[in-house]
């Protein structure tokens, strides 16, 4: 079954970085496209960004533009979020999904607080 396992959530001071990933089994990962969604207290799911499969074009919401990059490796099975200059309005639960496709993992954690 699909399984996504996200990971490298922390806590982090407003201006620095973290790097998130998020690693695939149970489908042909290469054949999907991939997106990051996050999710704060109290507020709706929302999508933070999307990468094709075939030509690993990217796309963002427009929080996030200009400071987060998604990339995959199809041959890990694995994709990745490198979010800097984070805000304190970038916590949440950051989740992966296949995009349009659904499967969710269990979330990453992420707090932006001084």
């Known amino acids: 079954q699909v399984q996504l396992v996200e990971s490298g959530g922390g806590l982090v001071q407003p201006g620095g970085s973290l790097r998130l990933s998020c690693a695939a089994s149970?489908?042909?990962?290469?054949?999907?496209?991939m997106s990051w969604y996050r999710q704060a207290p109290g507020k709706k799911r929302e999508r933070v960004a999307t990468?094709?499969?075939?030509?690993?074009?990217?796309t963002y919401s427009r929080s996030v533009e200009g400071r987060f990059t998604m990339s995959r490796d199809n041959a890990k099975n694995t994709i990745y979020l490198q979010m800097n200059n984070l805000k304190p309005e970038d916590t949440a639960v950051y989740y992966c999904?296949?995009?349009?496709?659904?499967?969710w993992g269990q979330g990453t954690q992420v707090t932006v607080s001084s």
């Open positions: 149970g489908f042909v990962f290469s054949n999907y496209a």
């Open positions: 999904t296949r995009t349009n496709y659904g499967g």
């Open positions: 990468i094709t499969n075939a030509d690993d074009i990217t």
